[in-house]
């Protein structure tokens, strides 16, 4: 199929910078990420847009670390088990980030991606920081 | 359409990040390797010579037992063994982008209420999280660091402390079955000990008995750290001797968090997820709102400021979320332009203190130097790892925000405090003592533990929350005031120096490790640094009335919930509070401090030498109470002046920075934080009889005269402008 593209088109948009929203330690070392807007992201995304994003990611992390029933039947049954049964079950952790990975692509593909940013899943990162990566906008007009 | 797949910055499918090869060493399997032989060769015997009797005698329930009890500590072995204890990848560089000369070694945040220092990891590139450290046997960042283990011959961490505590339980009753079985059947048999069965019963009964000690001995110490939510790492470095640690939830809690929470995921080794999602401008964008169209239009890029700008909106970022109860700070200049761009990197938003630049050094508070030549001659080594904990501290006062004293003051008390503790410890050897592992010299662990208490490390603990949070101030000026007595080289010795810098971290990688073994050697110091004082803050001095004039702020703690800081706002209503207090009380004062109210008010022009000189006492502020107050101009108790710099006293007392900061809101100003700290506090303390302002301190915000009859008040706002309120 014949097609035109411009170079423009075929270029892919280069990385203007990235932004790290670091964790949030106030509560311990339970998994946080600050949910304070960087002042970087205030031309392309809105406030709470972001900030809905990171609660979310905080919410499901809290999740992950909850200590409830379902954990503890899970360390129960590993202990029976020699912990073979690590071998062929997911931990519940694991289910959860694997939710966590679905939902930032999610966000990514309707949210950031017609914006310009990225975000990478933080654990990739050690569960340190979320990376929002931010894209060089080459339309005209954008002034940034 | 071609678009650009973001699976191409996240570099594509990755393996997992690599570390480097380290070279094979044999040496470090020998530990493992005789653990294990021990283990398994001692029960196979057991089994085979022992147990075959105890079976036909008793029942054959026992060896069953005994069986279940050997395979839970095999396997509670193997995954404390093989088992990732949670391995930090190494920072990518896009992470730290910055200047590295401008960064700080260390980080402080909050953990509730309680100020911890994160330190700058120059192998992994990036600030350790809390409770992490780096390990020099295994070379790597490690997730709630306990220690690591020669006899597993792994990090013990966030991962696998479970299995690690689990295989110590089961072992001490393995070794506890063996040993007692063994001693049933040698009982039994005592007319036949020469046979081969007894003799090799024998035999695994001295093993068992040899190694029970050491290993119920850190069973024991484990328990205790598992109650108190303590790692191995904080017991043993002494991090929360005397104060509290943020880190617990209660001893169920701890327990359960140990035993019963799911397991932890690794970062290594993961694969990375191909993003597929395509990234393609046009983008969409969210309106300008006006304020910012007018901000792009007065931004004239300032760019010297750019650090100091980037630690105070990370420091607005750390407060933020917690102060949203607290009237705003007054506008920072810095912060006019909210439009200004700010290159932002990983560090930079968790900066709490603005780095360094050369021209701070000269607002450098003098009491650094002598401590820096101290440490300088005497620990060498670890100036370069030293924090920076008062090089920011100029910075601080030029940023003069409300919560920058939140982790200065905390830094810097770290730096009083923790001074005189690391010396102290440092001086005495560290790491004499420690927990050996099982089976380390017999009596190792009892041995290591009595060290450990008999060495009597002062190391800086964290203080209660609830110090910080009401009495915060009061503790500040306790531990200036104990401070004060020591010798105050050795405050600095955590490096006050131009070179804590991650640069020079960089350069000089030091891995600190806890690994048993490693105690013996002196490592790097802890990352924790907290704003701790070795008194028991509950004690406040109790020779001053409660309207004391003594700079300390708790005097209006009960109405003015201070919460670790004040904003300049509440501490105007300070201000105005200890008037109302110090003229009802005034009659309690103490002629000495009496003395202080009037040494109030040298001429304004006076002020900045002033400032300078008392700056330079600051250190002595109970020595120089004395005499100073003779010396003093003879205002009158009753004068209000407008100008006077502080007086000494009340600011060298709330040498303790943390709540007498408040409001350090202003422009770049000579004031230190010491005396800039002490100005409120005296002018807190002063308010009563006189309000020592400064007007060549507008970076003190708020601070109120009166007068005697109370009819007007005059506040110093920032930027030097004065306001007369009437009241």
Known sequence: MAETHSLQDLQQPAVSSKVFVQRDYSSGTICRFQTKFPSELESRLDKQQFEETIQALNNLYAEAEKLGGKSYLEGCLACLTAYTIFLCMETHYEKVLKKIARYIKDQNEKIYAPRGLLLTDPIERGLRVVEVTIFEDRSIGSGR | ?727
């Open chain 2, 1 to 727: 359409m071609p678009g650009f797949s973001g699976g191409g910055v996240g570099g594509g499918v990755g393996g997992p990040a690599s570390a480097p090869p380290r070279p094979f060493r044999p040496s470090r399997y020998v530990p493992v390797s005789a653990a294990t032989t021990f283990l398994v060769g001692s029960t196979t015997l057991f089994f085979c010579f022992t147990c075959p009797w105890l079976s036909e005698y008793f029942s054959s329930v026992i060896p069953i037992y005994n069986a279940v009890i050997f395979l839970f500590t095999l396997a509670n072995f193997c995954m404390a063994t093989f088992m990732d204890p949670g391995v930090f990848p190494r920072a990518e560089e896009d992470e730290d982008k910055e200047d590295d000369f401008r960064a700080p070694l260390y980080k402080t945040v909050e953990i509730k209420g309680i100020q911890v220092r994160m330190k700058w990891c120059s192998t992994c590139r990036f600030y350790r999280p809390p409770r992490c450290s780096h390990c020099s046997v295994c070379d790597n960042c490690v997730e709630d660091f306990d220690h690591h283990c020669p006899w597993v011959n792994n990090c013990i961490g966030r991962r696998n402390y479970r299995y690690f505590f689990l295989f110590l339980l089961s072992l001490t009753t393995h070794i506890i079955d063996v040993f007692g079985f063994g001693l049933v059947y040698v009982l039994h048999h005592r007319q036949q000990l020469d046979t081969p069965h007894a003799a090799v019963t024998m035999a695994v009964m001295c093993v068992a008995g040899l190694f029970f000690v050491p290993v119920a001995g850190l069973t024991g110490f484990h328990i205790v750290l598992v109650a108190r939510g303590r790692t191995t790492n904080e017991q043993v470095t002494g991090k929360f001797r005397g104060g509290v640690n943020p880190f617990t939830n209660g001893c169920l809690r701890n327990i359960s968090h140990v035993l019963c929470s799911s397991q932890a995921p690794r970062y290594m080794g993961r694969w990375r997820s191909q993003q597929a999602v395509e990234v393609q401008p046009p983008f969409l964008r969210p309106p300008l709102t006006e304020a910012q169209l007018e901000a792009k239009i007065l931004d004239n890029g300032i760019q010297n400021d750019r650090h100091s700008t980037r630690s105070k909106s990370s420091l607005d970022q750390m407060e933020s979320q917690s102060a949203d109860a607290e009237p705003p700070p007054p506008p920072k200049p810095e912060l006019r332009y909210p439009g200004l761009p700010r290159a932002d990197t990983e560090e930079s938003s968790l900066l709490t203190e603005a780095p360094p630049t050369p021209s701070m050094y000269k607002y450098r508070p003098p009491f650094n130097s002598p401590g820096r030549n101290h440490t300088a001659l005497t620990h060498p080594n670890k100036m370069i790892r030293g924090e920076s904990l008062d090089s920011p501290s100029p910075s601080i006062l030029q940023s003069s925000r409300q919560p920058s004293y939140r982790s200065e003051p905390s830094s810097l008390d770290g730096a009083t405090v923790v001074g005189g503790g690391v010396g102290v410890r440092r001086g005495g050897g560290e790491r004499g003592e420690g927990p050996g592992g099982p089976g380390g010299t017999a009596g190792g662990v009892l041995g290591g533990m009595s060290g450990y208490s008999l060495t009597g490390r002062s190391y800086t603990s964290y203080p209660s929350s609830l110090v910080l949070s009401t009495g915060g101030s009061r503790s500040s000026s306790l531990r200036s005031a104990h401070t004060a007595h020591n010798p105050l080289t050795t405050l600095q010795s955590e490096g006050t120096t131009d070179t804590s810098y991650k640069s020079l971290a960089n350069q000089t990688p030091r891995n600190g490790s806890l690994s048993y073994d490693s105690l013996l050697t002196p490592s790097e110091s802890p990352e924790f640094e907290s704003a701790a004082h070795e008194l028991s803050p509950q004690k406040p001095r109790a020779p001053f009335p409660s309207a004391t004039i003594t700079g300390q702020p708790e005097v209006v703690s009960p109405s003015s919930p201070l919460q670790g800081y004040t904003s300049p706002f509440l501490s105007a209503q300070i201000a105005q509070q200890r008037e109302g207090q110090l003229l009802q009380g005034s009659a309690t004062f103490s002629s000495p401090h009496r003395a202080y109210l009037r040494a109030v008010s040298p001429p304004p022009s006076s002020g900045p030498p002033e400032t300078q000189h008392l700056l330079q006492h600051n250190q002595d502020f109970s020595s120089s109470r004395a005499p100073r107050n003779p010396s003093s101009s003879s205002s009158s108790p009753g004068a209000r002046s407008l100008e006077p710099p502080v007086s000494p006293p009340p600011r060298g007392l709330s040498l303790g920075k943390s709540l007498s900061y408040t409001g350090e809101a202003g422009p770049q100003h000579k004031p230190r934080p010491a005396g800039g700290g002490t100005v409120l506090g005296g002018g807190g303390v002063g308010g009563g009889q006189q309000a020592p302002q400064s007007t060549s301190r507008p970076v003190l915000a708020n601070h109120t005269s009166s007068k005697p009859g109370g009819g007007v008040k005059k506040v110093t706002g920032v930027g030097g402008t004065t306001y007369e309120i009437s009241v």
